[in-house]
């Protein structure tokens, strides 16, 4: 079955970090692009981080200098590092794969993860 | 980078037809044709709808359709019906970043 599945989630303190993990099955992470997306409770979506096949990462502005998107390969698993965390970072995380290069659409989502970030 | 805008809410009675707009500028939706569109449900992941402005991937309903011209994309559905109801969103690619509308509700009367 293809799936994403993330982990990593929880309640986290300001100034903390944490990595989230998504997990992937049915395809190779590898060949494909893969995104962050997060959602603030009762809000809209924000895009977050990509990483490209070829390696190449990307990142939103807001985020820029506190995150890193990686993956592995043996695992073909994605993950997100957020460090210096902000009470504004609490959001449900997404896991996206984009379509291809061309179309650059999330096909393919994950149930996602919440983080809590609270004192 | 700002959100692109959209209507916080819409309705429409079953079988009536909406239209949903996404106004973004010169950076995101007039330059690129890589326009998608998101439905998503309450506690539930988003799913694709549109893509490309105006393509739907396999099993989405020919009830949705999208559009675009100049800095504005637009997502009809026809026929509406009461699956339908709940939050829309649209993207756009801009140059290695993407941007996603505040979203809209829609509610099936």
């Known amino acids: ?119 | 980078q700002s959100a692109l805008t959209q209507p916080a809410s819409v309705s429409g009675s079953p079988g009536q037809s909406i239209t949903i707009s996404c106004t973004g500028g010169a950076s995101d939706i007039a330059t690129y044709n890589l326009v998608s569109w998101y439905q998503q449900y309450p506690g539930k992941a988003p799913k694709v709808l549109i893509y490309e402005v105006n393509k739907r991937p396999s099993g989405v309903s020919n009830r949705f359709s999208g559009s675009k011209s100049g800095n504005t994309a637009s997502l009809t559905i026809s026929g509406l019906q009461a699956e339908d109801e709940g939050d829309y969103y649209c993207c756009s690619y801009a140059g290695n970043s993407w941007i996603f509308g505040g979203g809209t509700k829609l509610t099936v009367l």
């Open chain 1, 1 to 119: 079955e293809v799936q994403l599945v993330e982990s990593g989630g929880g309640l986290i303190q300001p100034g903390g970090s944490l990595r989230l993990s998504c997990a992937a099955s049915g395809f190779t992470v590898s060949n494909n692009y893969m995104a962050w997306v997060r959602q603030a409770p009762g809000k809209g979506l924000e895009w977050v981080s990509t990483i490209y096949a070829g390696g190449r990462t990307y990142h939103a502005d807001s985020l820029k200098g506190r995150v890193t998107i990686s993956r592995d390969n043996s695992q073909n698993t994605v993950y997100l590092q957020v460090n210096s965390l902000r009470v504004e970072d609490t959001a449900i995380y997404y896991c996206a794969r984009l379509s291809g290069s061309i179309s650059l659409d999330f096909d393919l989502w994950g149930q996602g993860t919440l983080v809590t970030v609270s004192s």
